[in-house]
């Protein structure tokens, strides 16, 4: 999907006739550099350990819109945690929790769309989770200016660089060159670094 509609381009400093497969080829460049599919909303589903003591998750992928689906496996208890609390290990013997995956309904997380992560609930028994896998909906709803800027000028300085990202070639030895981020630059970096994964998928 390109970043950037044929209305935009003037405005974005691109001429009438920049041609669609520009856009399209710098907003895959975004998409690359972003570590994700799209930068638009999408569902996205992630194995992640949980923090034992937090019992805080961190998602790969924002903005954070909604957590859809969460299932976790409980964490097996600490020694000192058995010796305090024996009823609460008695209780995880005999119906098998350590290990096992457990359903958990989403309303019942503390979410927090800001820091693009949840929390699980306090549990009664004091048992905590260890590892979990969360649906959820994340990304952007509209494109904002700051990617609009950022894909014009990668298509820009595609435009300026001759062979595109070559440096230097050489005929006789077959031996040809390239800039390393000559398209991407520090600048383009700079208002993409919000929508970079956490996380590689």
């Known amino acids: 999907m390109g970043y950037l509609l044929p209305s935009d381009y003037m405005?974005?400093?691109?001429?009438?006739?920049?041609?669609?497969?520009?856009?399209?080829?710098?907003?895959?460049?975004?998409?690359?550099?972003?570590?994700?599919?799209?930068?638009m909303s999408a569902s996205y589903t992630e194995y992640l350990?949980?923090?034992?003591h937090t019992q805080r998750v961190r998602l790969s992928y924002g903005p954070l819109i909604s957590v859809?689906?969460?299932?976790?496996?409980?964490?097996?208890p600490s020694r000192l945690f058995l010796e305090e609390q024996s009823f609460a290990a008695e209780f995880?013997?005999?119906?098998?929790?350590?290990?096992?995956?457990?359903?958990?309904?989403?309303?019942?997380?503390?979410?927090?769309?800001p820091l693009g992560e949840f929390r699980f609930p306090w549990n009664v028994m004091g048992l905590r989770y260890a590892e979990a896998e969360v649906t959820y909906t994340a990304g952007l709803t509209t494109?904002?200016?700051?990617v609009k800027v950022a894909c014009a000028q990668i298509v820009k300085n595609a435009q300026a660089t001759p062979g595109l990202n070559?440096?230097?070639?050489?005929?006789?030895?077959?031996?040809?060159?390239?800039?390393?981020?000559?398209?991407?630059?520090?600048?383009?970096?700079?208002?993409?670094?919000?929508?970079?994964?956490?996380r590689m998928a």
Do not use: H, N
């Not at 400093?13 to 998409?31: C, K, R």
């Not at 350990?49 to 034992?52: D, E, H, Q, Y």
């Open 49 to 52: 350990r949980v923090s034992r």
């Open 143 to 146: 494109v904002p200016d700051a």
């Open 166 to 198: 070559v440096k230097s070639s050489k005929l006789d030895t077959l031996q040809t060159q390239y800039f390393s981020d000559s398209l991407l630059d520090s600048q383009v970096k700079a208002m993409l670094r919000p929508y970079v994964a956490e």
């Open 92 to 113: 995880s013997e005999v119906f098998g929790l350590p290990g096992a995956w457990a359903i958990v309904d989403p309303t019942t997380l503390e979410v927090s769309v």
């Open 11 to 39: 405005t974005y400093g691109l001429t009438a006739d920049t041609q669609d497969s520009w856009v399209t080829a710098a907003s895959a460049m975004i998409e690359a550099y972003c570590k994700r599919p799209t930068l």
């Open 68 to 76: 859809d689906a969460v299932q976790a496996r409980y964490a097996r």
